[in-house]
């Protein structure tokens, strides 16, 4: 979809809009939205006109955007997936959008726009309707053109994240790595991984025959102001392990790479804002999966730094990867991690599909990342990390247990990676709710979201 700036209006489908008490920029759409069929304009409400020639266009679309005073960049995203969403509806395949507007919302229209014209239909006879193009006739190209950017980023992500576990494996994880423009990609294989004391990551993949890719992607612009990892957790298919999920919870156990997906998606995208950090990406990638050469409850592992892992239960596999790639980035000499992760249900059941889970060692960090996703518009909401919480994860053979009690899972899952840190900030982001829909949600259809990658995208830009 071809996303651009023009003044012309002679086109398939005009948008336009219309806050709450006032007229629209259209006299003829006045004489019905207002005159004849009482329309208010209120947040998301639609109306469709079909103009019979009286101007360019051969329909126009009415968007409501509430009240002036209480409209925002985040309102904006979402009207323009509405309106996309009703494009879609009346099968139309150009329009142009003449907004009322005094700011530059290009980038979040442009986001919007993206979100809402994505399906994955990759593997359907019959594929998804998508508009050819649209047009803003009040917003700079460069606003939309990052917009466009961050819109990428989501789809890439989203499509890896949708993608079957027998096509998104670990070394497909890495092929995509290593084919990312502007950044430097180094996979390590088994035996390296071995050689770097990974027990933790090494004993989660060992019941795979898909072995497991331990991937490390750098981004530098020159003399970078901040040097920052990001960590996605790559479990691309968890059944579980011995530790077997019930069917029902593993049909959609593809998506436990989404915070691998995730920063797969920035790492693509750095190249193009060209921000003056230094980011590396990090993904322990492999696959959680039952047979003879299965780690075991019981068994007691090694991780990167040296500490012993009891393992009490190997679905909670994702927290032994994550802490070899902690251990991993905290040698790399950068002043902030971020991991991101599909970590604990006890994180979904807390928070729901609406928001993610934030914790960290520093306050400030924790702060700047969640103003950040609010100014994204990804909601989240910060866990607490006492140290009580640890108790439940004492071992009598080992330094910890891997899991603890079913009571403040999330925190429980928080203050065990927090082991696995050493000597810098760091901030842990479960979005375990936040990743995956299971029916539609706000602009978002069901499946993979892309959480996460706006909100990385401009903490890091």
């Known amino acids: 979809m071809e996303i651009k700036v023009s003044q012309c209006v002679d086109t398939e489908v005009l948008v336009i809009n219309m806050f709450e008490g006032e007229k629209t920029s259209q006299e003829l759409a006045n004489t019905y939205v207002l005159e004849k069929d009482g329309f208010e ?3 998301g409400q639609t109306y469709l006109l079909h103009t019979l020639g009286q101007i360019a266009a051969a329909k126009i679309l009415v ?42 919302y290009g980038k979040s229209a442009a986001l919007g726009a993206m979100i809402a014209d994505y399906a994955y239909d990759k593997f359907k006879s019959e594929k998804a309707h998508h508009l050819d193009e649209i047009a803003f006739t009040k917003f700079s190209q460069e606003q939309l053109d990052e917009g466009r950017i961050f819109g990428e980023a989501m789809k890439f992500t989203r499509d890896l994240a949708n993608t079957p576990a027998q096509i998104a494996t670990p070394s497909k994880l890495a092929e995509i790595a290593q084919n990312i423009e502007g950044v430097e990609t180094k996979v390590f294989e088994k035996e390296e991984i071995e050689k770097m004391g990974m027990g933790a990551f090494l004993a989660v993949g060992q019941g795979s025959v898909n072995p497991p890719k331990f991937i490390h992607m750098k981004y530098s612009n020159g003399n970078p102001k901040k040097r920052i990892a990001i960590i996605g957790k790559g479990i691309c ?72 892992i009891e393992v009490d239960n190997t679905d909670a596999e994702g927290r032994l990867t994550l802490a ?44 700047r990342v969640m103003e950040t996703a609010e100014h994204s518009g990804e909601k989240c909401w910060q866990l607490p990390m006492f140290k009580e919480y640890f108790n439940s994860l004492k071992s009598d053979i080992a330094d910890m247990k891997n899991t603890g009690s079913r009571y403040g899972g999330a925190s429980a899952a928080g203050v065990f990676l927090q082991e696995f840190v050493k000597d810098v900030k760091w901030v842990h982001i479960d979005i375990a709710g936040t990743a995956y829909l299971e029916k539609p949600q706000n602009e978002f259809i069901s499946g993979a979201t892309g959480v996460g990658v706006r909100t990385l995208l401009n903490y890091l830009k």
């Open 41 to 43: 304009g209120k947040f």
């Open 63 to 104: 968007i409501g955007c509430g009240k002036r005073d209480e409209f925002n960049a985040d309102k904006m995203r979402t009207i323009v997936s509405k309106a996309v969403r009703k494009l879609h509806q009346i099968r139309a395949k150009k329009a142009v959008f003449d907004f009322d507007l005094n700011e530059d």
């Open 237 to 308: 298919f968890d059944s579980g392990g011995l530790d077997i999920k019930p069917a029902s919870s593993m049909l959609t156990m593809k998506d436990d790479m989404s915070g691998a997906a995730c920063v797969l998606g920035v790492m693509q995208a750095l190249s193009k804002l060209n921000p003056e950090i230094e980011v590396h990406g990090i993904i322990a990638a492999c696959e959680n999966i039952p047979s003879g050469s299965s780690y075991k409850p019981g068994d007691i592992l090694t991780a990167k730094n040296g500490k012993t």
């Open 324 to 367: 070899d790639a902690l251990c991993y980035a905290c040698e790399l000499g950068v002043d902030e991690v971020i991991d991101i992760a599909t970590l604990t249900g006890a994180c979904m059941v807390a928070l729901g599909t609406i928001a993610t889970g934030v914790m960290g060692n520093d306050e400030d960090m924790i702060k």
